[in-house]
């Protein structure tokens, strides 16, 4: 069975410094990994994702993602934080050599950026 | 391109009413998924539809739930009867969906705010 970690209930960071939001996770077969945003009262947003190939994934908002197989990790990263990143974000993992459709999604993070 | 639309936004009713959520997925879309979120459960998918057959609806908490896709454009969530504990944010996603990848990210409605009294 495929899980996802987010170890961090909330991050805070001061605007301008870069940001970390970590996941981990566990599947069977070849991961693909993907991250999420919410926003207050807003449906989660596509950011980015890993499917095969570069260990370093960019997506929208200058966001990227770096894959590590040894460490079962795809972790969020931004060079340098906006007050307007703050959200939530979840982390989803789906197994890849399973054609089934079901994404699990970590419990997510709450990504607080300060003034 | 309008993106999943979900009706209605809000909804409030009371315990033993039933409740109707809709959902139009993205054009084209062959994928749809019925998610639930709350504060204590976080984000959990209830029931999702390949070319409008149900898939896996392990996820559906009780019989008072069902779903479903009469076409490519329109599915629909119903509780009967609904009770308080029902209260939470349900959200519709679709993607495209072919047998040979399951690498498509899922597109998510503006999701439907639903309060049982």
């Known amino acids: 069975a495929q899980s996802v970690a987010q170890p961090e209930d909330q991050v805070n960071v001061a605007e301008g410094n870069p940001l970390t939001v970590k996941c981990t996770y566990s599947?069977?077969?070849?991961?693909?990994l993907f991250w999420y945003v919410q926003y207050p009262n807003r449906g989660l947003q596509f950011l980015l994702k890993y499917i095969t190939g570069d260990n370093l994934v960019k997506g929208s908002y200058g966001f990227e993602a770096e894959f590590n197989k040894s460490q079962t990790s795809f972790h969020l990263k931004k060079p340098s934080a906006l007050v307007s990143d703050s959200a939530l974000y979840f982390c989803a993992v789906r197994d890849g050599d399973n054609y089934g459709q079901n994404f699990v999604f970590g419990p997510g993070t709450r990504l607080s950026v300060l003034p | 391109d309008a993106g999943v639309i979900q009706s209605p936004r809000h909804e409030v009713t009371e315990m033993g009413q039933e409740v109707t959520l809709r959902c139009k997925p993205i054009s084209g879309h062959n994928s749809l998924f019925w998610y639930r979120q709350t504060m204590m459960r976080g984000l959990e998918l209830l029931i999702y539809?390949?070319?409008?057959?149900?898939?896996?609806d392990s996820g559906m908490p009780e019989d008072r739930f069902s779903a479903k896709m009469p076409n490519a454009s329109f599915s629909t969530l119903k509780i009967q009867p609904s009770e308080p504990r029902d209260s939470a944010v349900y959200f519709c996603?679709?993607?495209?969906?072919?047998?040979?990848?399951?690498?498509?990210?899922?597109?998510f409605g503006p999701g439907t705010r639903l309060t049982v009294l």
């Open positions: 599947v069977s077969g070849n991961p693909y």
């Open positions: 539809f390949n070319n409008n057959v149900p898939i896996d």
């Open positions: 996603a679709s993607s495209p969906w072919d047998s040979s990848s399951s690498y498509n990210e899922q597109f």
